[in-house]
Structure formats: C-alpha cells, structure tokens
C-alpha cells in the first residue's frame, strides 16, 4: 500500500490567497426556501407569495372558484396604490365588475395596508383549487362558558368566529408550548 500525501485543508481565500475568515454559518434548508420562492413570486409581479395560496381566504371561496391573482403591479419605487391582474373565467367578468371595491378591500386589508389600488382583469381558465377540509382535533374540548358568554356580544361575525376559534385552541392546549 502506498501512503498518500496528506492534502491540505481547504482553506476561504481571496484573489491574493489570503486567509478570511468565513461569514455565517450552515442553515437549514427551511430557512432557504422562503427566500427561492419569494424570488419566484417577485419576479412575476407578487410581494407576497401568500395572496396567491390563500386567495379563497381573501376573496371568498365562490369568487375564488372563478378569479386567480395573476401579478401586482406597483408604481416605480412604491410599495402601494399597484394594479392587481386578475384571470377570470369567461362569462363571470359582469359579476366581478360589480364586486371589484369589495376586492379591493379585502386584499388590503390582508395586506395591512393600501397594496392594491385598482384591478385589472382578463379573461382565462381558472383552475378551482380544493378548500382543504382537515377533520376535527379528537381531543376537541367545548368553548369555556366564562369566554363563550363575553364572545356572544361582539357584533362582527368573523371577528367572533376567529376569538372563539382561539379560545377553542386555548381550551385544548395543555399549558405552555414545550421547547425542544
């Protein structure tokens, strides 16, 4: 057997060969991926990539069955007022027209602030997504009476619904998160 020279260890260098130190550390992929897919997203035209997989969740599930979030278009150097690209199906245009403010509002309201100032539409195929339909927690414990009697005078329904849904996850919970 013929011994083999032991090969130096790779070293970070610059042009000259000089030694630097290294930046960061190793990361996980996880930590990565946002960023590829934010790209992605940018690049045709979305900020945020979410508008385009909770779009039944802003507009509803029976316009989201006929409209899809196609791009956002901002003015240069702005972040707000853009121009929202919608596909929507052929024969289904007059009935958006008339519910276009309502669009609008609840995109930016998803957004937190003004995001969307217009919307333009064309005609296309849009394929429905399924509303994904999970089964109840096993362990679903009823709302506490002391939170579902303060809940029942809150006059806006979602809002209702959402704190119920979060005293709901409180009530099943077993204490504080465990850390591992």
Sequence with gaps: MTERPATPKMKNRDAKGNDRPRVGG????????????????????????????????????HYA????PESIRFPVGKKAGGTLQLTV??????????????IIER????FGYAAVAKIAMRQGE???????????PR???????????????????????????????LANSNGLPKIR
């Design 65 to 68: 069955d006929i409209s899809a």
């Design 107 to 110: 995109v930016n309201r998803f």
């Design 26 to 61: 190793p990361r996980q992929i996880a930590d990565l991926m946002p960023q590829i897919g934010a790209a992605a997203f940018r690049k045709f035209g979305f900020v945020q990539s979410s508008i385009v997989t909770r779009w039944a969740e802003i507009v509803g599930g």
């Design 89 to 102: 199906m052929s024969g289904h245009a007059p009935m958006i027209q008339h519910v276009l403010p309502d």
């Design 139 to 169: 362990n679903l414990k009823p709302v506490p009476v002391e939170l579902g009697d303060s809940l029942r005078g809150i006059g806006d329904p979602e809002l209702r619904a959402v704190l119920e849904s979060l005293a709901q996850g």
């Design 126 to 136: 849009v394929r429905p997504t399924p509303c994904e339909r999970r089964p109840p």
